[in-house]
């Protein structure tokens, strides 16, 4: 064991100190609000993991060692949260190697909706082979968005107890056997059961690359680099739609399988060389091993906490927590229209009107792409200078509720967009780029939204960064699978225009005016749960 990794507080000495809250071992120490609410959530379930990943002491409770090295790292004690003591500390990593990390999980993110969405060009291919409707060769793409959101309950326990690294190398061996599975498989019913299995294995990126942002990187930066995740997320179905447009114009859309399990392969390699473990509990457990054990070859149990069947449902609780809740349907809802809708109704509005192929459908989804960069500008570090202002005017950290003013922009810039989108494709009897045009700036309203209102669910429960993910993803996934299902009855029924209107009062009553009540009454019910668990 490094000297440097020494904690110097067993599981049992700690546990014992919450059970005693009268013990040395807490009478010296500084607790924060949100050390105490861990604290008492322990004293209520026995559950050991909910603090163990941050310290939780003021920096004038360290030892003059521990200063001094983070001194010698940071050049100050002015951390949130504060680090541990030593290199295999994510938050003591230097920036290139935390950033490098990052953008392998981002991009692993990426992939699990750009693999959704690469075969949106395809879709007339596909039907043509396997002898189906082009609306049933969609569904190849909704299963896999329905398989998105259930997976991660799955993977999301497991990579706690065992650490994010070992599940994302699964993750990635795995996706690329089943994508190989999926370019040599003879009829539908075998396809869709690879596909099925292709998302079930990449999904896990996708939902805890909230966890290893907050695990990696401090809050006042925090913004900025779940940016870089989140765009990658939304980015991920108009890429695909881009880029596989090409593939399926030019090779096949068997080829679209092939080229996602070459992606994979190498996303495995560059993980196996420069994609350190960020799980690292800082109290109740000690660290034995170097540096570079510590990051790459421990392949065994980090978090001793029991695994129960709870661990594998507890994403579920947010449903209760309105701080969660309202910010993931909020999400959910603009991404389901400004999102999903456009990018599965391209192929199926664009091609019969304007007599698309897969190339010329392909270039439609650049749009959205340039629209979510510039939405990601304001979301991300937009956000954080906002919050740091605010900061510097009260002299203090600003509640977490300050962040969502910048969400209203993004919800009328996605009203805006779907509008000119879909009244646009009604009116037009030759194709101009207008309806993309409208289609971006959705996007960028989609992208604020995304970036604002995920980094605030996180900043309310920082130590369920994981949970939190997982259930926004799953929500955002169960919206995302229905909507295909009822958008083409909705434009058929009401045509483009009033579909416009409808969308427009989906925003507004379940995305902007619940985003109101929680500015106004977020900090009072968060305080409220907290003043609970402490009577508990």
């Known amino acids: 064991m490094s000297g440097m990794e020494k904690q110097g507080y067993s599981m049992k000495d700690f546990a014992s100190g919450v059970e005693d809250t009268g013990a040395a071992a807490l009478a010296s120490t500084k607790m924060s609000d949100a050390e105490l609410e861990r604290i008492n959530t322990y004293k209520r379930t026995g559950d050991l993991s909910k603090y163990q990943t941050h310290i939780g002491f003021a920096a004038d409770e360290l030892s003059p060692e521990h200063k001094e090295y983070l001194m010698q790292r940071h050049g100050t004690l002015e951390l949130d949260p504060m680090p541990g ?17 990052l953008l392998l999980v981002a991009f692993h993110a990426c992939m699990s909706t750009f693999t959704a969405a690469a075969i949106i060009p395809a879709y007339e291919a596909i039907a043509v082979d396997f002898g189906v409707t082009i609306q049933s060769a969609s569904y190849l793409t909704s299963l896999q968005i329905a398989v998105l959101g259930g997976a ?12 994010r690294r070992p599940i994302f190398l699964i993750s990635l061996i795995c996706s690329a056997a ?5 370019a040599v498989s003879p ?8 596909r099925a299995l292709v998302a079930w294995f990449i999904s896990p ?4 690359g909230s966890a290893v942002v907050t695990e990696t990187f401090f809050r006042q930066e925090r913004a900025k680099y779940m940016g870089i995740w989140t765009i990658m997320v939304t980015c991920g179905v108009p890429l695909g739609g881009f880029i596989n447009g090409f593939v399926a114009q030019y090779l096949s859309f068997r080829w679209i399988y092939w080229i996602l399990a070459i992606i994979n392969g190498v996303q495995f390699v560059l993980y196996v060389f420069f994609g350190p473990e960020t799980r690292y509990l800082r109290r109740g457990v000690e660290h034995h091993g170097s ?3 510590q990051e790459y070859y421990q392949f065994k149990r980090i978090d001793p906490t029991p695994l129960t069947f709870l661990d594998f449902v507890q994403p579920l609780k947010f449903f209760w927590y309105a701080s969660v809740f309202i910010p993931a349907l909020a999400y959910a809802v603009v991404f389901l229209v400004a999102g999903v809708l456009v990018t599965v109704e ?4 664009f091609g019969p009107k304007f007599h698309f192929g897969a190339q010329a459908l392909g270039l439609q989804f650049l749009g959205l792409i340039i629209g979510s960069l510039i939405g990601e500008i304001i979301g991300g570090r937009l956000s954080d200078l906002w919050m740091t202002r605010r900061s510097k005017k009260i002299g203090g950290r600003p509640s977490p509720e300050f962040r969502l003013w910048l969400s209203y922009l993004g919800y009328i810039l996605a009203i805006v967009g779907l509008v000119v989108f879909l009244v646009q494709i009604d009116t037009l009897k030759s194709y101009n780029v207008t309806p993309i045009v409208g289609a971006g700036i959705a996007a960028a309203g989609n992208q604020i939204v995304t970036t604002v209102l ?7 429960h920082v130590e369920e960064s994981a949970s939190i993910g997982v259930f926004i993803t799953f929500v955002r996934q169960i919206l995302g699978f229905i909507g295909p299902f009822w958008f083409p009855p909705m434009f058929e029924g009401v045509g483009l225009r009033a579909s416009a209107g409808i969308i427009t009062g989906l925003i507004i009553v379940l995305s902007l005016l619940p985003t109101v009540l929680l500015q106004w009454k977020g900090q009072a019910w968060t305080r409220s749960r907290r003043d609970k668990a402490e009577l508990a």
């Not at 009829?187 to 690879?194: I, P, R």
């Not at 990126?205 to 805890?208: H, L, T």
Request: with cysteine.
């Open 205 to 208: 990126a996708a939902a805890i």
């Open 152 to 163: 991660p309950l799955f993977w999301k326990p497991l990579s706690n107890r065992f650490g």
């Open 178 to 182: 089943f994508n190989i599975g999926c």
């Open 454 to 460: 995920i980094t605030y669910a996180v900043d309310t």
């Open 187 to 194: 009829d539908y019913k075998s396809t869709a059961a690879c």
């Open 291 to 293: 540096n570079i054990k």
């Open 346 to 349: 391209i192929p199926q509005l």
């Open 85 to 101: 003591f030593g290199d295999a500390d994510p938050y003591n990593w230097s920036t290139w190697k935390k950033t490098i990390n």
